[in-house]
């Protein structure tokens, strides 16, 4: 049974607009969990990561929230650009030699 | 930049073939780490490695092995081929120095089993 759920497979916006992605979890022992982002041909590149110990982090365009109660994350992309359109991976981790990562969302964002 | 690198983009291979693929990352890292890719399963840990010569089973070990001789090489061995194998296999690698927490990786080899 998979830990680390995207339930949107995708996920369409309009440039400009915000792009709000999901992910929840199930494992309370997580401390740890990060966002990947990944184009066609090419592996996964980190994007922007939180501990347990906080519940949002910033870095430009990206903001990640913690919903710790609800076993919640998600990602916020403002303002989404077509640079943007590629699999998002949210992952967790409960020790840093071991990630379990979700199925991934493809965002498309719209000129 | 971190590099990973693996050996192959696409591998074309028939069942009951010993397939090898390996991956070299060239920024000293101690972790390293093999994943498959499937469509609506995300990424599933199959093998990883902290040390020269250590390895731990991830989710998904049956049907492979590994071997890591050299700190920057991590080495993946399907011992027979099989259909079900058919995958996106990517490596990864990750330092004990920076927490362990990012980790960087390969562009993948897309493997096609007949």
């Known amino acids: 049974d998979q830990q680390v759920k995207q339930n949107s497979p995708s996920l369409s916006v309009q440039e400009g607009r915000i792009s709000i992605l999901n992910c929840d979890y199930t494992?309370?022992?997580?401390?740890?969990f990060l966002w990947y982002k990944k184009y066609p041909a090419e592996g996964p590149t980190f994007l922007i990561s939180i501990s347990s110990i906080k519940d949002k982090n910033e870095d430009g365009r990206f903001t990640v929230f913690l919903n710790k109660s609800a076993k919640h994350l998600s990602l916020h992309i403002v303002p989404s650009q077509p640079g943007d359109s590629a699999v998002y991976f949210c992952a967790a981790s409960a020790g840093f030699n071991k990630f379990y990562f979700g199925s991934g969302t493809k965002l498309n964002v719209k000129p | 930049d971190v590099k990973v690198t693996q050996s192959s983009r696409y591998l074309v291979k028939r069942t009951g073939e010993k397939v090898f693929l390996e991956c070299v990352q060239d920024m000293d890292h101690e972790n390293m780490f093999w994943y498959r890719q499937d469509p609506g399963l995300g990424l599933r840990l199959i093998y990883f490695?902290?040390?020269?010569?250590?390895?731990e089973k991830g989710d998904i070990p049956e049907g492979y092995s590994v071997s890591r001789e050299k700190k920057e090489r991590f080495s993946l061995i399907l011992e027979s081929a099989s259909t079900n194998q058919t995958s996106m296999y990517l490596c990864?690698?990750?330092?004990?120095?920076?927490?362990?927490?990012?980790?960087?990786f390969g562009p993948g080899t897309r493997l096609l089993v007949l």
């Open positions: 494992n309370s022992m997580f401390d740890y």
């Open positions: 990864a690698s990750s330092s004990l120095a920076g927490g362990g927490e990012t980790q960087y």
């Open positions: 490695s902290y040390d020269v010569k250590m390895k």
